[in-house]
């Protein structure tokens, strides 16, 4: 029986010399494990919470007159119609809502759209929808040096092959407190052209 306790003995002393597991050893993990979840919770924190690149976007907040000009034919005169935009933030001042509702050679149109800062990328988003179509368009970019104008690409299938063909949407904001959204792409041609533009006089 004193031999069972004297080979235990030699076999813990020898587990505890080839695999030193000292309080400090423990206390250092913990500290990295602690440091690893801090730095975890700020990076989220960060990333969650509004900040100056939404501020960027509060120009865009109110109810709008919208001139809309379309081209199907970059040679040809655009065809006019004209809307209503009430844009909000939404989701804690996060993202801007757009709502657009009009008529266009006389049919009702309206229209979905959001507009966003994504503070992880610090790249700006958007998405439209409307009744034009079913499908959602989705773009990505930034604004340039002067705080004042942003492109953001994207595309959109072309309605003849199904392939996805390049489109950007360009935005300008005015000091008038109205601001303008361009939407260029190739249509049916080998050639970028302005498709699209929306001028927002605000009226609220």
């Known amino acids: 029986m004193k031999k069972s306790y004297r080979l235990a003995g030699l076999l813990a002393a020898t587990l505890c010399l080839t695999n030193p597991v000292s309080a400090e050893g423990v206390s ?3 500290v990295s494990d602690s440091a690893q979840e801090s730095a975890v919770a700020k990076a989220l924190a960060k990333a ?3 900040g100056e690149g ?3 976007l509060q120009a865009m907040i109110g109810t709008f007159d919208v001139a809309i000009r379309t081209w199907v034919d970059p040679s040809k005169p655009p065809i006019e119609s004209s809307a209503t935009s009430v844009s909000t933030w939404v989701l804690g001042d996060r993202y801007v809502q757009m709502m657009l509702s009009g008529d266009t050679q006389g049919q009702p149109f309206s229209g979905i759209g959001y507009v966003a800062f994504d503070n992880v990328s610090k790249l700006y988003q958007a998405t439209w929808m409307d009744n034009g179509s079913t499908g959602m368009t ?9 705080g004042k104008s942003a492109t953001m690409k994207g595309s959109l299938p072309d309605p ?7 489109v950007e949407l360009r935005m300008h904001l005015g000091d008038d407190g109205g601001h ?8 049916l041609g080998s050639k970028m052209f302005k498709m699209m533009e929306l001028r927002y006089t605000r009226s609220k």
């Open 48 to 50: 969650m919470t509004p």
């Open 28 to 30: 250092k993990a913990a």
């Open 138 to 146: 989705w773009y990505q970019g930034g604004f340039d040096a002067s």
């Open 54 to 56: 939404q501020k960027r």
């Open 160 to 166: 003849l092959s199904g392939k996805p063909s390049p």
């Open 180 to 187: 303008l959204t361009e939407l260029w792409g190739k249509g």
